[in-house]
C-alpha cells in the first residue's frame, strides 16, 4: 500500500510541473520585449455641454510619473494632447475642444508617463449644441404686460423647467431716458417681473436665455423681441383729453357752449359749438349735436398728431346720448383729415356711437412704422332731428 501510495504522489507532482511549465510559457507569450506598465486612468471623467464646443474634466488621482493626457474623438481621427503638471495632491484636469460639429460624441482619455507607458481608456459620451438648436429656441411667452403708475407689470406665461430656459434680458428706456439692461432669473410659475419708471411709448424688448444642461459652459438667446407693454400714451399725444375738457377762452362762449380747446373741428362742429358744461365746467364734455336746428353733415372735431410703430386703441367714454345717433364715429386715419361718414371703411379705425347701452366705444389701428394720423370724432345727423352725444374722455392706449 505505501508503494501504491508514493507513485500517485509521484504521478501528482509529475502532473503539476507540467502544468506549472506549460503556464509560464504561456504567460512569457504576453511579456515578450518585457514587463507591461500601465499608468494611473482618468478618474470622475465627465463632459460639459457647450456651443459648437464642450469641455472635458477629470481627476488625476495618483501616479506622480504622469507628463500628459490626450484626448480622442471620431474614432480616433481627432486628438487634442495636454500637458500635465502633477502636484503633491488630487490633480483637477480640464479641457475645452472648440470647433465641433452640432452632435453626440464619445471621448477616450489616455494618461501617459515619460516612458510614453499609457493608462487604460477612460470613455466618456457628450453633446455638442449649435446652430439647429439655437434656431428651434423661442421666446418665453408673455400673459400680459401693462403700465401702472410708471412700472412695467410683466406677466410672464408659465415655463417648462426642461426646456432650459434659465431668464429673460430686458431693455428699456426710462422716464429720464435712462437706458437699462437687465437680466432676470427665470422662475417657471406665476412669475411677474417689474420695470420702474418705463417711458411710455417707448419700446422695451427682451429676448431668453437658455442652457441646454444644467452644467452647459454656454448659455443661448433667442432673438430680441418687442416687449408688448399696455401703456396709456395720452398724455404724450393727445391735448386737452378731458376729464373735464377744457374751454377755449379765445373763443366766445356763454355758461353751457363754447370750443373745445386745443382741438381743431369743421365749420359743422363749429357752428353749434364743440364744448359742453350742461352739468357743470368740472364735467364738460366734447359734443356733437342738432335740437330742431337743422342737419349736420360731417361734423368733426380732431387732433392730428405723430406716432411711432406700434399697436394702438383709441377710446372715448360717453357721458350721455340723447336719442339714438344716426351715424356717429371715433375714427382715427391716415395723414391730416378725418374722412367723411361715408367713407368711414378707408380709416385705419373706428368705432360707432349708438345709445346709452354702450358707453364705451374704441377703434383699434397698427402703424407698422412711424406715422401722422389724424384722429377724433365724425358724425352726421338729420333723422331724428334731435340727436346729442356728450364725450367725457378720450384716451389712447398703445399695446405694443
Known amino acids: 500500500m505505501n508503494v501504491i501510495r508514493t507513485v500517485i504522489s509521484l504521478l501528482f507532482v509529475a502532473t503539476g510541473l507540467v502544468l506549472s511549465c506549460k503556464k509560464a510559457d504561456e504567460f512569457k507569450k504576453f511579456v515578450e520585449g518585457g514587463e507591461i506598465i500601465y499608468t494611473a486612468k482618468a478618474d470622475s471623467a465627465r463632459v460639459y455641454a457647450g456651443k459648437k464646443r464642450v469641455q472635458l474634466y477629470w481627476l488625476l488621482l495618483s501616479d506622480p510619473t504622469i507628463i500628459r493626457s490626450k484626448v480622442f474623438w471620431k474614432n480616433h481621427t481627432d486628438s487634442v494632447e495636454i500637458p ?3 502636484t503633491s495632491a488630487i490633480d483637477t484636469m480640464r479641457v475645452i475642444i472648440n470647433n465641433l460639429t452640432e452632435g453626440n460624441y464619445d471621448f477616450e482619455i489616455y494618461n501617459y ?9 477612460v470613455t466618456v459620451s457628450g453633446t455638442v449644441y449649435g446652430d ?24 410672464w406665461s408659465d415655463a417648462d423647467s426642461t426646456t432650459g430656459v434659465i431668464g429673460m434680458q430686458l431693455k428699456y428706456t426710462d422716464i429720464n431716458n435712462g437706458t437699462h439692461d437687465t437680466l432676470v432669473k427665470a422662475v417657471y410659475k406665476d412669475q411677474v417681473t417689474r420695470l420702474p419708471d418705463l417711458l411710455p411709448g417707448t419700446q422695451a424688448q427682451y429676448r431668453t436665455l437658455y442652457k441646454p444642461a444644467s452644467l452647459a459652459i454656454d448659455t443661448f438667446t433667442t432673438g430680441f423681441a418687442n416687449l408688448p407693454v399696455k401703456a396709456d400714451v395720452t ?10 375738457f377744457l374751454l377755449d377762452n379765445a373763443q366766445n362762449s356763454n355758461w353751457r357752449f363754447g370750443q373745445l ?27 356733437l349735436w342738432i335740437w330742431d336746428n337743422g342737419v349736420l353733415t360731417n361734423g368733426k372735431i380732431y387732433q392730428t398728431v405723430t406716432l411711432p410703430a406700434g399697436e394702438y386703441v383709441l377710446e372715448a367714454a360717453v357721458s350721455n346720448i340723447d336719442n339714438s345717433l344716426e351715424a356717429a364715429y371715433l375714427a382715427i386715419a391716415s395723414g391730416n383729415a378725418l374722412p367723411d361718414v361715408a367713407d368711414i371703411t378707408t380709416a385705419l379705425g373706428y368705432g360707432r356711437f349708438t345709445d346709452n347701452s354702450n358707453k364705451l366705444v374704441s377703434a383699434s389701428f397698427t402703424l407698422p412704422t412711424a406715422a401722422t394720423v389724424t384722429l377724433g370724432v365724425v358724425a352726421s345727423m338729420a333723422v331724428p332731428a334731435q340727436q346729442t352725444i356728450r364725450i ?9
Open 84 to 86: 500635465v503638471q502633477r
Open 392 to 400: 367725457s374722455n378720450v384716451k389712447l392706449m398703445k399695446n405694443k
Open 132 to 155: 439647429m438648436y439655437a434656431a428651434a429656441l423661442l421666446n418665453r411667452g408673455v400673459a400680459n404686460a401693462e403700465l401702472i403708475n410708471d412700472t412695467a407689470e410683466i406677466t
Open 261 to 287: 380747446l386745443n382741438w381743431q373741428y369743421n365749420d359743422e362742429a363749429r357752428n353749434r359749438y364743440t364744448w359742453d358744461a350742461i352739468n357743470g365746467v368740472d364735467n364738460a364734455c366734447m359734443t
Open 113 to 121: 508617463d515619460q516612458a510614453g507607458n499609457s493608462s487604460i481608456k
Open 235 to 244: 398724455a404724450l399725444y393727445i391735448n386737452n383729453p378731458g376729464s373735464p
